[in-house]
């Protein structure tokens, strides 16, 4: 889903109770970071970095590299639209992914016309993300055996690794003109090539909240989906409701059963797992990344500034528990707090002060404002960088 610019906010997930003050003080950064569109970022390990990747203005993809996820970072631009054709335009949410010894960006693309999106990959020519790229697809996404028959919409790809085997996952129309949007995978071949029938792997309306606006009248609406994998468990996040509206939100799929091509391997969860409040409006479109070790983790997701669609760009929050059950429940989203500590990897190489201070003061699991709850089902803390739409 396309969006206007947004602001890069982060806090901080953690056991314990917290406290917002104005005093600057080392060991805490500020938000906002800087502005952006479609989050997506990776740990590049072998060059110690970040790499942040973004669709600009809905006509370019660009890679910022940081040392830290908390600074704006330098940045690279990738690939720029050309001037017709089927990727010319409305180029939205590029993901970037390190598969067989090459980077792949798998990203949504048109000419102009939102019914002829379709999935594109961007792969460099060698291990070096900053060096050239060569661009392909539009991916097979459609109907029929060969995904093809007919042509199909499609945008918001991710990658799913299970069993030794790599899946494609999207959202994408069940008709070439029906704008109904559905979560599909199949099978790959190759970073850049799919294999056998698209499928569903579930209804879009199974509950209310899915549904862009309250009550039965209104469609179902399911995108952007992201996988979180953790002790042997498989998890898919995903945005339902409506993007540009409060409804926006997100869902959680488990997978239970053994193979993910099919449908009844995956369990919904009955209830919304993040979403609106009456200040935080339109919360999803997440990334989950690992800092490198057990220990840390960061929840990256687009909020709208505002339940009103043209409106201010007021506020923003973060925070989410993982229950020990294994279902994701996200704390209730709250205004931005003024700073969060630095992750732990991040704190030995800062050494200028920011303004404000944050800290934990007391015990216990609870939902709470500034940015703080308790992380239950992996034995780390969890970390949260929020984008934040105008």
């Known amino acids: 889903m396309s969006y206007p610019a947004v602001v890069l906010f982060i806090g901080l997930i953690l056991q314990g109770g917290s ?22 970022v990776v740990r590049d390990e072998s060059a110690k970095r970040w790499l942040w990747c973004t669709a600009e203005k809905a006509e370019r993809i ?16 990738i690939w720029r639209a050309p001037a017709s054709g089927p990727a010319s335009g409305q180029v939205w949410a590029p993901e ?9 960006i798998y990203f949504a693309a ?13 792969r460099t020519d060698s291990s070096d993300p900053l060096g050239s790229w060569t661009l392909h697809g539009p991916l097979a996404t459609g109907g029929g055996m060969d995904r ?13 690794h299970h069993g030794g085997i790599r899946y494609a996952v999207w959202s994408g129309w069940d008709t070439p003109d029906s704008d109904r949007q559905f979560l599909y995978i199949a099978r790959m071949t190759s970073p850049i ?32 989906p992201q996988v979180l994998q953790h002790d042997g468990r498989t998890f898919l996040i995903y945005s339902c409701g409506a993007a540009w509206l409060p409804t926006y939100k997100l869902g959680l799929l488990e997978l239970t059963g053994r193979d993910p091509l099919s449908s009844e391997a995956w369990r919904k969860h009955p209830q919304s ?5 009456e200040l935080t409006f339109g919360v999803g479109h997440s990334c989950f990344v690992s800092t490198g070790t057990t220990a840390t983790w960061w929840h990256i997701y687009l ?37 969060s500590p630095f992750p732990l990897r991040e704190e030995a190489s800062r050494d200028k002060p920011a303004i404000g201070v944050y800290s934990s003061n007391t015990g216990g699991s609870y939902r709470m404002p500034a940015l703080v709850s308790k992380f239950q089902c992996l034995p780390c803390p969890f970390f949260s960088l929020v984008f934040f739409s105008q």
Not at 96 to 104: N, T
Not at 195 to 224: F, I, K, M, Q, S
Not at 273 to 277: D, E, G, I, K, L
Request: hydrophobic letters at 35%.
């Open 19 to 40: 406290t917002v003050t104005s005093a600057a003080e080392p060991g805490h950064f500020t938000n906002p970071l800087r502005e952006g569109a479609d989050p997506w």
């Open 62 to 77: 660009v890679i910022r590299t940081t040392a830290t996820l908390t600074e704006a970072g330098t940045e690279h631009e």
């Open 96 to 104: 970037l992914h390190f598969l067989d010894g090459r980077w792949c």
């Open 110 to 122: 048109s000419d102009g016309r939102n019914e002829t999106h379709r999935a594109f990959v961007l």
């Open 148 to 160: 093809n028959s007919p042509p199909i919409w499609a945008i918001d790809m991710t990658v799913l």
């Open 193 to 224: 090539e799919l294999t056998g029938p698209r499928v569903r792997l579930c209804r879009h309306d199974d509950y209310e909240w899915e549904r862009t606006g309250e009550g039965a009248a209104n469609r179902g609406l399911n995108e952007g």
């Open 273 to 277: 797992v993040f979403q609106s409040t």
């Open 303 to 339: 909020p709208n500034a505002t339940a009103h669609p043209a409106g201010p760009a007021p506020f923003i929050s973060s925070p989410f528990d993982l229950i020990s059950q294994g279902s994701l429940i996200l704390a209730n989203p709250s205004p931005p707090a003024a700073c």
